[in-house]
C-alpha cells in the first residue's frame, strides 16, 4: 500500500519551498553528535478559516496560514528545542545548532532502526476547506439561523460558526526516515440565548470530524445541534437551585465521558508518571477501578476528532488499555518517555504545532461499555444527581483532584428523574472516583467532537466516551444546603 | 483611494529594533496599499515579530532549552460594510498579498452590517505615551540555567518534606510589533517580558501535593529573586499537605489576591460589549447602578510605566485613557470596542483585545486582618475548572485553601466547591484587603465575601 497521506504532505510541505529530502539530511547531520539520543525534524504547514452568524447574518470569516520548522535534539532528560516560522536552509541549520547545544553532556544510545509500518488510513489526506463552496457554506449558517428562531419563539439569540481547515506535517527522524501525515479537520458550533420573563439562558451544541464539510449536511446532523442548544437553554430556563454535598451521580453517556480524561487520562500520561509527580505513579497492576472499567486510549478511530493515523512523532497510533477490569494496566507514552522507562511508545507523542515540544497526549479516551441498560441505572438511584451534559473540566495531576461541570442535570428521586437544576461543578477524587463505579451502562456513546485538551499551554484536538455510569459519591457543587 | 499615512513614531530605541520597526511599516504600507488596490474602502493590519529563551530545570538537570522565533501578520479589509480577515505567519512578499487576497475574497461573501467598519478617525491614538515596556534581556542559556537552577535548589532545599519537583523555568521574551491602517495611523513598539516560575512536589503520610510560585515583569531587574521564588513556592506546597475536606456549609470566604484577580475577569466579562449587545451577561442595563458596595472602586490604568498590560493603544488603534470602571461601587463605564459601541450606540472606550492594568483600589486591611475580620470561613488559594456562567451568574468552581477560625488558619483543605451568584457575591463584599497581587494584567488585593455556599463530604 501506498503511503499516500505522506506523499500530500511532502508535496505541500517541500515542493513550494524547493527543498529536497538531501537538505534535511544535512539539517539532521547538524543535530546529529555523539550524545545526542535522539533527533527529528518537523515540518508543518497549517490552513483555517472560519465562518461566524450573529444577528442573523455572516458578518466575517477568516483565513490563517501557519508554517514553520520544529527542531529537537535530545540527550538522556534533556531536550533541545528550536522552532522558527520560516523554513528555510539557513534558518534550519541555524536552529539545528541551537538545539543540539543541549548535548553537551552524555552518552549516545544504540542507533535502531525501527520497522517500519504503513499507518492505518484513518481520514483522507484532504483540505476541507474547497469541499463547499463559499455560497454553501453561507446558506448553511443562515438555514441553521432561521431553524433556530423557528424552533421556539423564546430563541432570542443565535450564534453559530463553521471552521474548517487541513494541517500537513513531515517527521524526519534521527534515522532519516520520513513521516507525513495531512489531518482535516472540521467543526461546527451553534449557540443561542432564550429569554423568558426577563430570564435568559444559553444553550450550545456542535460537532465535528477529521472529514470535509460535508459530514455535517450527512443526515440531519447539523439541524440536530441546533434542536440540541435549542433544547438544552428552555431545559435551564426551568432549572433551579442545584444541591451541594456528596451524594450518588448518574453521568449520561458520550461527552460526560470528560469525567475519565481529567479523573485519570491526565494522570496516566507518561512524563508525570517518569517524573513520579502523578497520583498514580508506580501503580501498574494496582486496582483504581471498580472491576466493571475497563479504560482504553485509542488513536485510530476511523474520521474522529482526537484520531491521529501517526502522532506528532511519526509512531502509528494504537488502541492503549489503561484500566482492564479495574486494574491500571498502563501509561500513555512518548518517544522520550518511553525510552525513559523502558517500554514502547504508545502514538500519543502529540504537539500543538511545530513551535511546541513534543509530550504524551491522550487521543480518544472513553470507557467501554457494561451489561446495564440506562433505565436501569436511572431506577437504581433513590435519591442523587443525573448529570446528563458537561463544560470542561480540570485536574490536578499530583494531589489527583479533578473537576468537571455539569451544564444540563436533574434531580433523581425515587429512581424517576426529577426536575433539572442549574450547571454545578463536580469534584473528585481521580485515584479512587472509578472505584466508586457501581454500573456501566450498555449505551457506549463517543462525543460529537467538540473537545480540545489544554497541556502546558499546548491545546490538540481530542475525543472521549462513555456508557451511562452510577458512581456513588462524588461532590455536587451547588448552592442548596 | 489616497491613504494618508502619519510619520513613524517608534519607541524602540537604538539599534535593530528601530530597523526592524521601519521595514515592518513598510510590509504593512504595501499590504494597506495592495487591499485599496483591491478595491477595499478600508482596511487595517498588524504584525509581530517576537524572538525568546526558555530553559526549564528539573532536579538540579537541564530539562529543556527552548528557542523561539515567531512572526505574524493579520490584515481586516472592508468593502464598505463587508469584512473579511486573514493572518500568515510568513511575512515573505508573496505570503502578504495571498493573504491580503484572501481577507478581500472572504469579504466578498460577508454580510453588509453597519455598525461594522474601522474606527472613527478621533478615537485614534495620536499621543503616545512612554510606557518603558522594553528592557531586552541578553542573557544566554547557561545564565538562564543558573538562575533556574538557583530558583529549584532554593525550593529543593527548604525543607526534607519537599521531595520531588516539576521544576523551575526561565522565560524570556521580546518582540516588536506594528499596526497601521487607512486612516493614516502607523505606529509601533517594541517590548519585553521576563518570568521565573518554580512549581515543587511535598509529601507527609502518603500524601503527594503541588504547588508554585512564579513572577513576570517587563525588566529582568524587576522580577523577584530567584531564591525567593523556589521559597514561596515551597511554603506554598508545604502549606497544603494534610489537606482534608469540609462538610458541606454556608460560610464567608477569602478569595486570596492572586486568585482574586479571576472574580475581576467575570465582572469584565459580563460588561464587555460583545457580551452586552449579544444579552449574554447578567449586567445588562447596569450603567449608572450599584454593582459592588459603596467601598468599591476599580479603574483602569494603560499607561503605567513597565506593567505588564500597559498599552499606548488597543488592538484597533483607538486610544486607551485612565478610567474608572466602578466608583463608589456603581458602574461608570463598559467595556467596548469600536464595534460593539456601536452596537450600543456608544464610543469605543479603547478595549479592543481586552482591559489594561485592571485596578482595584486595595482597602486598609492585610491578610492577616482580613481573616480576623471574616472571623470563621474559607481562605481559598486555588481555584479548578470553569463553572461560571456569564449570562445568568451562576458560580460553581472547585477550590483548596485552608479552614479559617477567629481569624486564625487551623488546616489546608481540599476537594471542596465554592457556589453562588456573581451578582450577590460582589455586592456581598465585604473588604478589600491591601496585600494588592501586581504582578498580572489584574491588580488587586484579597477580596472578603460575605457568605458562599461550601460542598464537600
Redesign the interface.
Known amino acids: 500500500m501506498t503511503n499516500e497521506s505522506l506523499d500530500v504532505a511532502r508535496r505541500l510541505i517541500l515542493d513550494p519551498l524547493a527543498l529536497g529530502a538531501s537538505d534535511l539530511d544535512c539539517v539532521m547531520a547538524t543535530m546529529l553528535g555523539a550524545a545526542i539520543d535522539d533527533a527529528d525534524i518537523y515540518l508543518q504547514q497549517s490552513r483555517y478559516?472560519s465562518w461566524a452568524l450573529?444577528?442573523g447574518?455572516?458578518?466575517?470569516?477568516?483565513?490563517?496560514?501557519?508554517?514553520?520548522a520544529g527542531l529537537r535534539a535530545v540527550s538522556g532528560?534533556?531536550?533541545?528545542?528550536?522552532?522558527?516560522?520560516?523554513i528555510a536552509l539557513p534558518t534550519l541549520i541555524e536552529?539545528a545548532r541551537?538545539?543540539r547545544?543541549?548535548a553537551v553532556a552524555g552518552a549516545s544510545g544504540p542507533s535502531r532502526v525501527e520497522a517500519r509500518e504503513t499507518p492505518p488510513r484513518l481520514y483522507l489526506p484532504i483540505d476541507p476547506i474547497p469541499s463547499l463552496s463559499?455560497?454553501d457554506?453561507?446558506d448553511l449558517l443562515r438555514r441553521l439561523d432561521a431553524e433556530a428562531r423557528r424552533l421556539d419563539p423564546r430563541v432570542?439569540?443565535v450564534?453559530v460558526s463553521l471552521s474548517g481547515g487541513s494541517s500537513a506535517v513531515l517527521v524526519l527522524d534521527r534515522d532519516g526516515a520520513m513521516h507525513g501525515d495531512v489531518r482535516p479537520l472540521v467543526r461546527l458550533n451553534v449557540s443561542v440565548?432564550v429569554?423568558q420573563d426577563g430570564r435568559?439562558?444559553?444553550g450550545s451544541s456542535g460537532g465535528g470530524a477529521r472529514a470535509d464539510y460535508r459530514y455535517f449536511l450527512e443526515g440531519d446532523r447539523a439541524s440536530g445541534y441546533v434542536r440540541e442548544a435549542v433544547r438544552l437553554a428552555l431545559v435551564n430556563l426551568e432549572a433551579g437551585e442545584?444541591p451541594?454535598?456528596?451524594m450518588t451521580v448518574v453521568l449520561g453517556p458520550g461527552w460526560p465521558g470528560v469525567l475519565l480524561h481529567e479523573a485519570i487520562g491526565h494522570g496516566l500520561e507518561g512524563d508525570f508518571n517518569r517524573?513520579?509527580?502523578s497520583?498514580f505513579s508506580g501503580r501498574v497492576g494496582e486496582r483504581v477501578a471498580s472491576p466493571l472499567c475497563t479504560v482504553v486510549d485509542d488513536g485510530t478511530l476511523p474520521g474522529r476528532r482526537g484520531s491521529l493515523n501517526i502522532d506528532d512523532e511519526g509512531t502509528v497510533t494504537q488502541c492503549t488499555t489503561l484500566i482492564e477490569n479495574g486494574i491500571l494496566r498502563g501509561y500513555m507514552q512518548d518517544k522520550l518517555n518511553a525510552r525513559l522507562m523502558g517500554v514502547r511508545p504508545t502514538g500519543n507523542g502529540r504537539r500543538e504545532s511545530y513551535?511546541h515540544?513534543p509530550m504524551p497526549r491522550m487521543t480518544n479516551t472513553y470507557m467501554l461499555p457494561g451489561a446495564t441498560p440506562p433505565e436501569e441505572i436511572i431506577e437504581s438511584v433513590q435519591h442523587g444527581l443525573y448529570a446528563k451534559n458537561f463544560?470542561?473540566?480540570?485536574?490536578?495531576?499530583?494531589?489527583g483532584?479533578?473537576?468537571?461541570?455539569a451544564s444540563e442535570a436533574y434531580l433523581i428521586e425515587n429512581g424517576r428523574i426529577g426536575r433539572p437544576v442549574?450547571?454545578?461543578?463536580?469534584?473528585?477524587?481521580g485515584p479512587d472516583v472509578l472505584t466508586r463505579v457501581s454500573l456501566v451502562g450498555n449505551d457506549l456513546a463517543l462525543d460529537s467532537g467538540v473537545g480540545t485538551c489544554g497541556k502546558d499551554g499546548q491545546s490538540v484536538p481530542v475525543g472521549v466516551g462513555q456508557p451511562t455510569l452510577r458512581v456513588d459519591g462524588l461532590?455536587?457543587?451547588?448552592?442548596?444546603? | 483611494m489616497s491613504v494618508g499615512r502619519q510619520e513613524l513614531k517608534g519607541d524602540a530605541g537604538p539599534g535593530t529594533e528601530s530597523q526592524r520597526l521601519d521595514e515592518l511599516a513598510e510590509l504593512i504600507g504595501r499590504s494597506l496599499d495592495s487591499a485599496a488596490e483591491r478595491g477595499a474602502s478600508g482596511a487595517e493590519a498588524a504584525v509581530s515579530v517576537d524572538r525568546g529563551l526558555s530553559v526549564a530545570v528539573?532536579m538540579g538537570?537541564?530539562?529543556?532549552?527552548?528557542?523561539?522565533?515567531?512572526?505574524?501578520f493579520g490584515v481586516t479589509v472592508y468593502f464598505g460594510h463587508r469584512?473579511?480577515?486573514?493572518?500568515?505567519?510568513?511575512?515573505s512578499p508573496k505570503?502578504v498579498a495571498?493573504?491580503v487576497a484572501?481577507?478581500c475574497?472572504?469579504a466578498?461573501?460577508?454580510?453588509?452590517?453597519p455598525y461594522?467598519g474601522l474606527p472613527d478617525a478621533d478615537t485614534l491614538a495620536r499621543e503616545f505615551p512612554e510606557l518603558d515596556v522594553f528592557h531586552p534581556w541578553n542573557l544566554d542559556?547557561d545564565g538562564a540555567i543558573r538562575i533556574a537552577t538557583e530558583c529549584e535548589n532554593a525550593a529543593r532545599g527548604f525543607d526534607p518534606e519537599i521531595s520531588?519537583s516539576?521544576g523551575a523555568s526561565l522565560d524570556t521574551f521580546q518582540g516588536v510589533r506594528m499596526l497601521g491602517n487607512t486612516l493614516g495611523f502607523m505606529h509601533g513598539y517594541a517590548s519585553s517580558r521576563h518570568s521565573l516560575s518554580c512549581s515543587v512536589?511535598g509529601q507527609r503520610d502518603g500524601?503527594?501535593?503541588?504547588d508554585d510560585w512564579w513572577t513576570v515583569a517587563r525588566a529582568p531587574q524587576d522580577l523577584e529573586a530567584a531564591a525567593e521564588v523556589g521559597r514561596k513556592a515551597a511554603e506554598r506546597t508545604l502549606g497544603?499537605l494534610g489537606?482534608r475536606?469540609l462538610t458541606?456549609?454556608?460560610c464567608p470566604v477569602v478569595f486570596a489576591a492572586d486568585i482574586a484577580s479571576s472574580l475581576l475577569g467575570h465582572f469584565i466579562a459580563a460588561i464587555r460589549g460583545g457580551n452586552l449587545y449579544?444579552?449574554?451577561s447578567f449586567l445588562l442595563d447596569c450603567l449608572g447602578k450599584p454593582i459592588f458596595p459603596e467601598f468599591v472602586r476599580i479603574h483602569e490604568q494603560p499607561h503605567l510605566p513597565r506593567a505588564l498590560g500597559s498599552v499606548p493603544y488597543d488592538s484597533e488603534g483607538v486610544a486607551t485613557y485612565p478610567r474608572d470602571l466602578v466608583s463608589q461601587g456603581v458602574l461608570q463605564s463598559y467595556v467596548l470596542s469600536t464595534y460593539s459601541a456601536r452596537k450600543l450606540g456608544l464610543k469605543s472606550t479603547g478595549n479592543a483585545g481586552g482591559v489594561h492594568n485592571l485596578t482595584v483600589e486595595p482597602g486598609a486591611l492585610d491578610l492577616p486582618e482580613l481573616l480576623k475580620a471574616m472571623g470563621s470561613g474559607l481562605l481559598v488559594t486555588e481555584m479548578?475548572?470553569?463553572?461560571v456562567?456569564i449570562?445568568?451568574g451562576?458560580y460553581?468552581?472547585?477550590a483548596?485553601g485552608f479552614w479559617v477560625e477567629n481569624g486564625v488558619i487551623q488546616y489546608p483543605v481540599?476537594?471542596?466547591?465554592?457556589?453562588?451568584?456573581l451578582r450577590s457575591m460582589f455586592k456581598g463584599i465585604q473588604a478589600i484587603g491591601s496585600d494588592v497581587d501586581a504582578r498580572g494584567n489584574t491588580r488587586t488585593g484579597s477580596i472578603l465575601i460575605d457568605t458562599m455556599?461550601?460542598?464537600?463530604?
Open positions: 478559516e450573529e444577528d447574518m455572516v458578518k466575517e470569516g477568516s483565513h490563517s496560514i501557519d508554517q514553520g532528560e534533556k531536550t533541545g528545542f528550536a522552532y522558527s516560522d520560516e536552529a541551537n538545539a547545544a543541549i463559499e455560497q457554506k453561507i432570542e439569540q450564534i440565548i429569554q435568559r439562558e444559553q442545584a451541594a454535598g456528596t517524573k513520579g509527580t497520583a513551535a515540544l463544560g470542561g473540566g480540570q485536574v490536578d495531576i499530583t494531589s483532584k479533578f473537576v468537571f461541570s442549574k450547571g454545578a461543578t463536580l469534584i473528585g477524587n461532590t455536587v457543587g451547588g448552592t442548596s444546603v | 528539573r538537570e537541564v530539562e529543556t532549552i527552548e528557542y523561539h522565533r515567531s512572526q505574524g469584512k473579511g480577515s486573514a493572518s500568515s505567519t510568513d511575512l505570503a495571498d493573504t484572501a481577507a475574497r472572504i466578498q461573501y460577508a454580510a453588509e452590517d461594522g542559556a520531588n516539576d512536589i500524601q503527594m501535593q503541588r497544603r489537606a475536606s458541606t456549609r454556608q449579544r444579552k449574554s479548578m475548572g470553569q463553572g456562567n449570562v445568568t451562576d460553581s468552581r472547585g483548596a481540599e476537594e471542596i466547591t465554592i457556589a453562588g451568584n455556599t461550601v460542598a464537600g463530604n
